[in-house]
């Protein structure tokens, strides 16, 4: 019976481990590992059994193997180790030691991304700064030694405008007069506001000289300096890059599928989700995704921005305490997004609208009337020029395009329904408020989207450079 045994245990041993080549050959992986299972339970002190194993479980050393699966395969190369001959160890643990540097090879493939995108992230926190000082420094070299004010011109215009629409409707009287007076009175605040704070509070908000002179230079004087620490991290980033494409050499091709989310260049893009959660102020995605993309910590990211702190410096105090003048939209401003190829190509679409629309209204001129309609286009154009970015919405190109095309409308539309009025006598709301604002619309759409993205280019470059 023994001898029986033996014969039979050799004989599946034998059949096992043909099993088993013919998986390698087939490169059926999963289930020569099934096999290797088997042929180690009926001779636990066979190396070829281990060996086998490690081979389907890594690929034959093809297949990139996460930290914890690894554990298990290094507990199945001690065994195979134990049980190998003094030529056989050799050999094994050449093969094993080259996958494992293959290995380690990803390990700093991670670490590079992770310093990546630890150092954009940074990038971003400078460059959010620089555009808080600049942003401050903007509004406060507005004023003079003497606190003259000369700024928001736009705004007077705008004001104007909306006054002289109420005295037109005055001597004009219609149904509109309830809207012409509502803006006509927001027109008198706004010129009334501008008028105080340029000559009637001259000096209100003194400073001496040398004060102000020196909290001017410091400010500068930390512009400098941060763009100093963004020249080295693009020059890190750089060197990083480098390291990176040198490393992804180094590594394995059939590694390459299973490592994609390393091998992706998007370092910026996931330094962008870091930062945005990080100004918008959600506390548990910030750290959740410091802790898995970066190599920071929350800490050394409290102590960077303790460093950095602008908000506590002479500058602030003087924007937010002396002057008591609301900076709008600045978190805004920090965050800027740069405009994207899809915004272009959306500026080309609304271009060639704007385009076929006039050429279909030119042949189809009829319920359109003439005078009225070129004075509201003019006021449309220099409605979206005089538009005032700094005050508006400006937090991405879609928001201040948005902004700009219903105040560019609405003034336009407003415009020719007042003419319209004059001229004929009556105006249909359906008409003036429906129809004409929807041709309006298509006719300068295109228009509005390409003034508003020269404005928010300006202000995007002076907040960041």
């Given at each position: 019976?023994?001898?029986?045994?033996?014969?039979?245990?050799?004989?599946?041993?034998?059949?096992?481990?043909?099993?088993?080549?013919?998986?390698?050959?087939?490169?059926?992986?999963?289930?020569?590992?099934?096999?290797?299972?088997?042929?180690?339970?009926?001779?636990?002190?066979?190396?070829?059994?281990?060996?086998?194993?490690?081979?389907?479980?890594?690929?034959?050393?093809?297949?990139?193997?996460?930290?914890?699966?690894?554990?298990?395969?290094?507990?199945?190369?001690?065994?195979?180790?134990?049980?190998?001959?003094?030529?056989?160890?050799?050999?094994?643990?050449?093969?094993?030691?080259?996958?494992?540097?293959?290995?380690?090879?990803?390990?700093?493939?991670?670490?590079?991304?992770?310093?990546?995108?630890?150092?954009?992230?940074?990038?971003?926190?400078?460059?959010?700064?620089?555009?808080?000082?600049?942003?401050?420094?903007?509004?406060?070299?507005?004023?003079?030694?003497?606190?003259?004010?000369?700024?928001?011109?736009?705004?007077?215009?705008?004001?104007?405008?909306?006054?002289?629409?109420?005295?037109?409707?005055?001597?004009?009287?219609?149904?509109?007069?309830?809207?012409?007076?509502?803006?006509?009175?927001?027109?008198?605040?706004?010129?009334?506001?501008?008028?105080?704070?340029?000559?009637?509070?001259?000096?209100?908000?003194?400073?001496?000289?040398?004060?102000?002179?020196?909290?001017?230079d410091d400010s500068n004087k930390k512009v400098f300096n941060i763009k100093q620490k963004i020249k080295e991290l693009d020059e890190s980033i750089l060197f990083l890059k480098e390291q990176k494409t040198t490393s992804k050499i180094k590594i394995p091709e059939l590694f390459l599928n299973d490592i994609n989310d390393l091998i992706t260049n998007d370092e910026k893009q996931q330094a962008d989700k870091i930062y945005d959660s990080f100004v918008l102020g959600d506390v548990v995605?910030?750290?959740?995704?410091?802790?898995?993309?970066?190599?920071?910590?929350v800490d050394e990211v409290t102590d960077l921005l303790k460093e950095i702190n602008d908000k506590d410096d002479e500058l602030s105090k003087y924007i937010n305490s002396k002057i008591k003048e609301k900076k709008n939209n600045q978190n805004q401003a920090l965050l800027m997004k740069k405009v994207s190829k899809f915004n272009i190509f959306a500026l080309v679409i609304t271009l060639i609208i704007s385009i076929f629309s006039i050429i279909v209204l030119v042949n189809n001129f009829?319920?359109?009337?003439?005078?009225?309609?070129?004075?509201?286009?003019?006021?449309?154009?220099?409605?979206?020029?005089?538009?005032?970015?700094?005050?508006?919405?400006?937090?991405?190109?879609?928001?201040?395009?948005?902004?700009?095309?219903?105040?560019?409308?609405?003034?336009?539309?407003?415009?020719?329904?007042?003419?319209?009025?004059?001229?004929?006598?009556?105006?249909?709301?359906?008409?003036?408020?429906?129809?004409?604002?929807?041709?309006?619309?298509?006719?300068?759409?295109?228009?509005?989207?390409?003034?508003?993205?020269?404005?928010?280019?300006?202000?995007?470059?002076?907040?960041?450079?």
């Amino acid at each position: 019976m023994k001898k029986s045994s033996k014969g039979a245990s050799k004989g599946s041993l034998k059949k096992i481990k043909e099993e088993i080549e013919l998986c390698f050959d087939s490169l059926e992986y999963e289930k020569a590992e099934s096999y290797c299972k088997k042929f180690i339970d009926l001779s636990p002190k066979n190396a070829y059994g281990y060996v086998s194993y490690i081979k389907a479980l890594t690929n034959n050393y093809n297949k990139y193997l996460e930290q914890e699966k690894l554990k298990d395969v290094k507990k199945i190369y001690e065994d195979a180790y134990a049980f190998s001959s003094k030529n056989e160890k050799v050999t094994l643990k050449k093969i094993f030691d080259d996958y494992l540097y293959d290995l380690k090879e990803v390990d700093n493939l991670r670490k590079i991304k992770k310093d990546l995108i630890s150092k954009e992230f940074i990038k971003n926190i400078y460059n959010g700064s620089m555009a808080y000082i600049n942003q401050n420094l903007n509004l406060a070299l507005t004023y003079n030694k003497d606190g003259t004010k000369i700024k928001n011109i736009y705004d007077l215009i705008n004001g104007l405008f909306y006054f002289s629409l109420l005295i037109f409707n005055i001597f004009n009287p219609n149904y509109l007069l309830i809207l012409t007076f509502l803006f006509g009175i927001y027109g008198i605040i706004t010129i009334y506001s501008f008028i105080e704070m340029n000559f009637f509070k001259k000096g209100k908000y003194r400073l001496q000289k040398g004060i102000y002179q020196k909290m001017i230079d410091d400010s500068n004087k930390k512009v400098f300096n941060i763009k100093q620490k963004i020249k080295e991290l693009d020059e890190s980033i750089l060197f990083l890059k480098e390291q990176k494409t040198t490393s992804k050499i180094k590594i394995p091709e059939l590694f390459l599928n299973d490592i994609n989310d390393l091998i992706t260049n998007d370092e910026k893009q996931q330094a962008d989700k870091i930062y945005d959660s990080f100004v918008l102020g959600d506390v548990v995605k910030f750290s959740f995704l410091l802790e898995n993309s970066s190599n920071l910590s929350v800490d050394e990211v409290t102590d960077l921005l303790k460093e950095i702190n602008d908000k506590d410096d002479e500058l602030s105090k003087y924007i937010n305490s002396k002057i008591k003048e609301k900076k709008n939209n600045q978190n805004q401003a920090l965050l800027m997004k740069k405009v994207s190829k899809f915004n272009i190509f959306a500026l080309v679409i609304t271009l060639i609208i704007s385009i076929f629309s006039i050429i279909v209204l030119v042949n189809n001129f009829q319920e359109i009337n003439f005078l009225a309609f070129i004075i509201s286009i003019i006021v449309g154009i220099i409605s979206m020029f005089i538009y005032n970015i700094n005050t508006g919405k400006h937090s991405k190109f879609t928001d201040t395009f948005n902004d700009n095309l219903i105040s560019t409308i609405f003034n336009s539309t407003l415009v020719y329904d007042l003419m319209y009025f004059k001229i004929t006598g009556g105006l249909v709301l359906s008409y003036g408020f429906l129809k004409i604002p929807i041709i309006l619309f298509f006719v300068l759409i295109g228009f509005v989207m390409l003034v508003s993205l020269f404005k928010y280019e300006h202000l995007l470059k002076k907040l960041r450079s």
